[in-house]
Nanobody, 118 residues
Framework: QVQLVESGGGLVQAGGSLRLSCVAS????????MAWFRQNPGEERLFVAR???????YYADSVKGRFTISRDNTKNTVDLQMNSLKPEDTAVYYC????????????WGQGTQVTVSS
């Protein structure tokens, strides 16, 4: 079965950096988008960034220029480099994958907490 495992969350001061990693297993993901979302309690889950197997990336406006998504197709991993972090970036970050033609994300990780202190 498909499994996504995130790591790399933690506590950082505003202006600092963190790198999140996600390892996917259970099938080949060459035809899948890999993405990151984030969510705070009581709020909806928000899109952060996604990347195709080609390396083509797309970002939410709120993180553009500060975050960089990357993937390693040989290792089925997707990373999120987060720079110039702001307190409003605080959230649980989720890794997700979807088949290229799917409307919804098919598989989700368990999430990793990122806390940015002011």
């Amino acid at each position: 079965q498909v499994q996504l495992v995130e790591s790399g969350g933690g506590l950082v001061q505003a202006g600092g950096s963190l790198r999140l990693s996600c390892v996917a297993s259970g099938r080949a993901f060459s035809n899948y988008y890999m993405a990151w979302f984030r969510q705070n309690p009581g709020e909806e889950r928000l899109f952060v960034a996604r990347i195709a197997s080609s390396g083509n990336a797309y970002y939410a406006d709120s993180v553009k220029g500060r975050f960089t998504i990357s993937r390693d197709n040989t290792k089925n991993t997707v990373d999120l480099q987060m720079n110039s972090l702001k307190p409003e970036d605080t959230a649980v970050y989720y890794c997700a994958v979807k088949f290229w033609s799917s409307a919804e994300y098919d598989y989700w990780g368990q999430g990793t907490q990122v806390t940015v202190s002011s």
